[in-house]
């Protein structure tokens, strides 16, 4: 436990001082945002309808930016084989650094949301929803990710492999989160929906550590 | 009574049998020194003892129990130190040192502690930079101050004199000499001199696939 907030307070003091990885995704995602109300033309109709897809679409795309580098660095200096060695448990490890990219990239990407939403004059009664689901979904992002990010270790060109092995996975998080926020939309419940994404976290949480420390152990090898 | 010991070690790197049938035994205080030319398994020897790399047979144990099979509880016994110094470039070499020595000892004196082992290689007045100002030799003394800052019992060094000047590689003999004294066990890898007193030497070329002949095939 005292490895796992040592962890998390060393990265998120990295992200802090070499720090363009959040303003970065944050500046990626309203810009991805942005370029819809171009590309399909400024009906008011149209954008709402779109709103919460195109929200949650830009979401994943940024929040994947900075995952190749979430164990790339410690990985090419040689923390991760001292991490690997160290007395903590590399599953714990793991999970500290996937947290602290959670807290970096996907806690500014809720934040964010509900601006870019009157930007696509979505309906004000799906706000609420939009901030629960991305609130939701985004942990599991960083989890599937953090999987992904272990397996490219050492490969080249690893931040396209990148998106081609977890944004398959990121398909379910996607469906559950537009359906929710389009479900308060249209006046329905949304519970099942939200029950569901609650699910996948509680499965990622202990699933995607434990497959992520598999595939650093074999990165160190 | 501590003993660290390998039996029947055999390294395969990349299809290519690197050592086998390698024997090695160490107990409180021991030394052992890892010689022999390039390509001949110091590293990956050192690799295999902390448990970075699997064994294609034979194994680790320490006290009688294989390392492997609890690979915490041997993380927690050890310190390595490889190729790579593991120095944060935006971190500075307090922090450094702090952040690792924080992962195995707690408490309010910690920063004395790290204070003391910067001190130990004379980098005290370092304490704040920045590792990206450091130099190659100053940045092995970050992380050869980082198993001084937190005790360990069996130190992995491999190529630990690399870019050090001749000062630093005396003090360094002085603190293996005195790890030695308090009970500890180190393998080092060396090319270069380095004076330990009483260290049993092993040449991995007397191990290499050439020179060892197997009945059995292990060729993947």
Not at chain 1, 151 to 164: A, P, Q
Not at chain 2, 43 to 69: H, I, K, N, Q, Y
Not at chain 2, 96 to 104: E, G, P, V
């Amino acid at each position: 436990m005292i490895g796992f907030v040592q962890i998390l307070r060393r990265d998120l003091r990295l992200a802090q001082r070499q720090g363009m990885d959040s303003v970065m995704a944050v500046m990626f995602f309203v810009i991805a945002v942005v370029l819809f109300p171009f590309g399909v033309g400024p009906e008011p109709n149209i954008l709402a309808r779109i709103a919460a897809g195109v929200i949650w679409v830009a979401a994943l795309l940024s929040s994947m930016l900075s995952l190749e580098r979430l164990f790339q660095t410690d990985y090419e200096d040689g923390s991760l084989e001292l991490l690997t060695l160290s007395p903590i448990t590399l599953e714990v490890a793991v999970l500290a650094k996937i947290t602290a990219h959670w807290l970096t990239t996907g806690l500014p990407l809720i934040i964010a949301a509900p601006l870019l939403a009157v930007l696509l004059n979505m309906s004000v009664s799906g706000f609420p929803m939009l901030i629960l689901a991305l609130a939701l979904g985004t942990p599991s992002l960083s989890l599937i990710g953090g999987v992904g990010a272990a397996l490219i270790l050492g490969s080249r060109r690893g931040g396209v492999l990148l998106s081609l092995l977890i944004l398959p996975l990121y398909i379910p998080v996607l469906i559950f989160g537009v359906s929710a926020v389009d479900a308060v939309i249209g006046g329905f419940e949304a519970k099942a929906q939200l029950l569901i994404m609650a699910g996948f976290l509680l499965a990622a949480l202990p699933l995607c550590p434990w497959a992520a420390a598999a595939a650093l152990r074999q990165s160190v090898e | 009574m501590s003993e660290f010991s390998g039996k029947d070690l055999t390294c395969i790197r990349g299809q290519r049998r690197v050592f086998a049938n390698l024997d090695f035994n160490l107990h409180d205080g021991g030394a052992l020194v890892l010689i022999g030319p390039n390509g001949s398994g110091k590293s990956s020897l050192l690799r295999l003892m902390a448990g970075l790399l699997p064994a294609a047979a034979g194994a680790v144990s320490w006290d009688g129990a294989v390392t492997s099979e609890d690979p915490e509880a041997h993380g927690g016994r050890l310190h390595y130190v490889g190729h790579l110094d593991a120095v944060k470039p935006v971190l500075s070499v307090a922090e450094n040192i702090l952040f690792w020595a924080s992962l195995r000892v707690g408490g309010p004196d910690l920063p004395d502690r790290v204070a003391a082992a910067l001190e130990a290689f004379g980098i005290l007045h370092l304490s704040d930079i920045p590792g990206r100002f450091l130099s190659a030799g100053q940045k092995r003394r970050v992380n050869l101050a980082r198993i001084i800052a937190a005790p360990a019992p069996l130190w992995l060094l491999d190529e630990p004199t690399t870019a050090l000047d001749r000062a630093t590689i005396d003090a360094l003999e002085g603190h293996i000499a005195a790890h030695r004294a308090a009970g500890g066990m180190v393998v080092v890898s060396t090319h270069s001199e380095l004076h330990l007193e009483a260290a049993q030497k092993l040449d991995l070329a007397a191990y290499s696939a050439g020179s060892v002949t197997l009945d059995m095939d292990l060729a993947i």
